[in-house]
C-alpha cells in the first residue's frame, strides 16, 4: 500500500490560481488516494474552489495568506517580499515537515530562489539544477540543468549526473540509470573544458550509474539515455528550441492538412489518429519541472497550465516524495565528493590527457 | 541577366562522391545557367558521372586528385595530410580568384580547418563562425555560430551578428535584416557575461541592421527574427536538437496514422497533404552551412545528401557568390570595430549598468 503522502500548494500560483490548482489537485487525489494537500493563499478562493471537490475537501487545510510572489517579480525582488506568501509557506511547511513536497506553479527565478534559501542545497552540492521531464520515441527521459544556473564545472556537471540518477531512479524504477553528457560531437576532443573535464571525471571515478559518454541534441528526443547532463545556459536553450519546433510542426501539419478538400476529408476520417498524435505531444501529460539537489522537494509546475496538467505536476511531486531520494542523493553525493578528494593526483583524468 | 559563376566543387566529399556530388551539379545548373563549374578529385569517376549530363559536361572542368580528405579524419590531421586534395584544392581555386565559390560535402572540422588556413579570416575577424538557415514557420532565417567554435566574447558575437546580417542580406534581399541573441530569457539580467555584454554592444552601436534583443530557443522556428546569433557550443545543440525533435514528431505522426485502419485509410486519402508536410520538412531543400567571416564563400553540404540536396549547396553558394557579401562585410566589420575602439569609456555600457 502506498503510504499517506501531504503535498504543500502555492494556491495562487500561475496564470489562474485556485481555479486550476484546486481542481489539479483534486484530479491527481483520484489517482493517488494517499494524497493530503496543504493550500496556501487566499483562503475564500480556494474554498470556493473546494466547495466543487468535496473528496478533497475533506483531505486538505487551507493556511490563508495574501502575500503573493508577482510572475514576473525578478528574484531577488522577490525573495525580499516573499517572507510569509503563497510561493514561501509551501517550501517552509517541506522544511519542518508537515510536508512531503511543494509544488507551485508560480515565477520560476523566484520559486529557484526562495526553496534555496528555505530547503538549502544537500551537503555538497554546490549548485542546485532545474531537471526537465523530456518526451522521447521510447519513453521520458530526464534533461538537467534547464536554466537554475548559467554554466557549471566538471565538478558541478558531475553532480547533476548524480542528481538526475536519483531522480530517474525515483520515477523511472531503473537501479542503474544511463547518463550522457550533452555536447557537441561524440568524440573525446570535442567540447568545451567544462564538458571534457567532466567526461573524465564521470569516466574515472566508479558511480552508482551508467555513464555512456557524450550525446548529441538529437540523441535527447531519440531516448539515447535516461538523463541528459548540460549546463543551465545550453540546456535551456535547447529545451526551448524542442518546444518550438514541436509547435513550428504543428503549424506545417496544420497547414497541409487544410491544403485540399482531398486532405482535410483524410483528416477528417484519420481524426483518431490525430487524437493519438495530440494526446502524444500533450505538453499537459508531462509537466513539473523539479529542482534537484535540496533538502526537500519542489517541483515547478507551468503557469499557463489547466487542471489536467497541474495534475501531472502534483503526480510528480508525489512519486518523488514517495522514493526516498533525498536520503539516497546525500549519501551518493557524500561518497562521490569522498571520491573525488581522495583520488590521487593524475588518477582522475585531466583533460589534456584525454585527447 | 545574371552574371556567370563559377563553382568549385570537392567531388569526393560526402558519403557518395561523384555519383550524387555531380547530378547536384547538373540540378542547380538547370536552375541557374549562368553556372559552370570544377570538379576535384578522381578524374575518371567524375568523367563518368558526367557522361551522363552532357549540358553539364559542356560548362565544367575536371582537375585529378587523388588525395582525399577522409570523413572521420580529425582536423588537425586534415590539415597535415591535406594539401593538394579534393577539399583543398576548391578552396585554393576561390582564393586564387579562378572560382567564385566552393562546395564540399566531406568531413565539418577539417573543411573548416582548410577554409580559415587557405581563404583567412576577413581583417578584423578573430572567429568565422558556421551558419546554418533555419526554416521558420514564415520563411527562412539563418543561425550562427552552431559549431565552428566553442564559446565566444561580445565582440565575436557583435562580430557574428554583421556576418549574419551579410548572409540576409545577400540571400533574402533585405537590407537591414532584423537580428536577436539568443539567450535563456527576454530580460536583460538573464544569460551569461558575454551575452550581457554582447546584447549592451549591440545596442549602443549604430550598425547596419536591425538589432531587436534577445530571442529565446522557441522563437527561432517562429521566425522572430532574420538572424540568430549565439556562440557555437549552444548554437550547435540547438541545431541538433531541433532535427531530433522533427524526426521525433516524425515517428509519432507515423504510429498515430497507423494507429487504427480509419487513420490508414484517413492518411490515404491525405496523402497529398502529407506530401505537402513532407516537403516543407525535407532537409535536403534547405542544404548548406556556411562559413561566414572568410575571405570567400565556402559551402558545407550535409555529408549523406543526395543529388537534389546538393543542389540546394550549390545554389546557396551561387547566391552567395552573386551578392558581392564579402566587400560589404569587410566593410561593414571596419566600421564596426573603428567605432568600438574609438567609443568613449563608458558609453559602450558594461554590463553591470544593464541590470
Not at 542545497?121 to 531537471?131: D, K, N, S
Not at 481524426?271 to 526537500?296: E, W
Not at 487542471?307 to 516524495?321: C, I, P, R, T
Amino acid at each position: 500500500m502506498a503510504s499517506p503522502k501531504t503535498i504543500a500548494l502555492d494556491a495562487m500560483g500561475g496564470d489562474h490560481g485556485p481555479g486550476v490548482i484546486v481542481p489539479g489537485a483534486a484530479l491527481s487525489l483520484e489517482r493517488h488516494p494517499a494524497l493530503s494537500f496543504i493550500f496556501y493563499g487566499d483562503e475564500s478562493a480556494i474554498n470556493t474552489a473546494l466547495a466543487a471537490h468535496p473528496a478533497l475537501a475533506k483531505k486538505s487545510r487551507v493556511v490563508h495568506t495574501s502575500i503573493v510572489v508577482g510572475m514576473h517579480d525578478k528574484p531577488s525582488q522577490a525573495l525580499r517580499r516573499s517572507k510569509g506568501s503563497s510561493m514561501w509557506l509551501p517550501l517552509q511547511a517541506v522544511k519542518d515537515g508537515e510536508a512531503h513536497a511543494a509544488v507551485s506553479a508560480g515565477n520560476t527565478g523566484a520559486l529557484m530562489a526562495i526553496a534555496k534559501l528555505i530547503l538549502r542545497p544537500i551537503a555538497g552540492i554546490e549548485r542546485p539544477a532545474l531537471a526537465a521531464l523530456w518526451p522521447t520515441t521510447k519513453s521520458e527521459c530526464i534533461v538537467l540543468d534547464v536554466g537554475a544556473n548559467i554554466g557549471a564545472t566538471a565538478s558541478q556537471l558531475s553532480d547533476f549526473a548524480l542528481m538526475g540518477a536519483a531522480m530517474a531512479r525515483a520515477i523511472f524504477h531503473i537501479e542503474k540509470p544511463s547518463v550522457g553528457l550533452l555536447n557537441v560531437g561524440t568524440e573525446e576532443v570535442k567540447g568545451n573544458e567544462d564538458v571534457k573535464a567532466a567526461h573524465a571525471l564521470l569516466k574515472s571515478i566508479e558511480l552508482p550509474l551508467d555513464y555512456t559518454g557524450f550525446v548529441e541534441g538529437d540523441q535527447i528526443g531519440h531516448g539515447a539515455v535516461d538523463v541528459v547532463v548540460v549546463e543551465g545556459f545550453a540546456g535551456n536553450i535547447a529545451l526551448k528550441t524542442a518546444e518550438g519546433t514541436a509547435r513550428q510542426i504543428g503549424v506545417y501539419l496544420k497547414g497541409a492538412m487544410t491544403s485540399s478538400l482531398l486532405s482535410k476529408l483524410g483528416a477528417l476520417l484519420a481524426r483518431g489518429g490525430f487524437r493519438v498524435l495530440k494526446d502524444k505531444m500533450d505538453p499537459r501529460r508531462i509537466n513539473g519541472g523539479t529542482f534537484l539537489g535540496l533538502n526537500g522537494i519542489a517541483v515547478k509546475s507551468h503557469g499557463g497550465t489547466d487542471a489536467y496538467g497541474f495534475a501531472s505536476a502534483v503526480d510528480l511531486a508525489y512519486e518523488m516524495a514517495d522514493s526516498g531520494l533525498i536520503a539516497r542523493l546525500s549519501s551518493d553525493i557524500d561518497v562521490f565528493h569522498h571520491k573525488l578528494a581522495a583520488a590521487p593526483p593524475g588518477s582522475v583524468q585531466p583533460v589534456s590527457a584525454a585527447k
